[in-house]
Nanobody, 114 residues
């Protein structure tokens, strides 16, 4: 059974950093284009970052460019989201997604607040 499990969320002050992880199982991870999305309270789910199956290509939402970095470790079946210079508007539940099979994790909460 395919599964994506996010971790690493929490409460951080503005300007702080967090590293999210998403562990995959039950499918061939290295074949998948992986993405991070987020959903703020009362808002729709929005794209944050994506990474190709070999890790060689990445793309980002304009709102996070220069602050967030997506990476993956195919040997560990894990995708990461490194977040720096966090702002209150980054507060959301963050989800990872396996694009082709459209698998989703349960999400991890990130709260940026003083």
């Amino acid at each position: 059974q395919a599964q994506l499990v996010e971790s690493g969320g929490g409460l951080v002050q503005p300007g702080g950093s967090l590293r999210l992880s998403c562990a995959a199982s039950g499918f061939i991870f290295e074949h998948e284009y992986m993405r991070w999305y987020r959903q703020a309270p009362g808002e729709g789910r929005e794209f944050v970052a994506g990474i190709g199956n070999s890790g060689g290509s990445t793309n980002y939402a304009d709102s996070v460019k220069g602050r967030f970095t997506i990476s993956r470790d195919n040997a560990m079946n894990t995708v990461y989201l490194e977040m720096h210079s966090l702002k209150p508007e980054d507060t959301a539940v963050y989800y990872c997604n396996a694009f082709v099979r459209n698998y989703w994790g349960q999400g991890t909460q990130v709260t940026v607040s003083a």
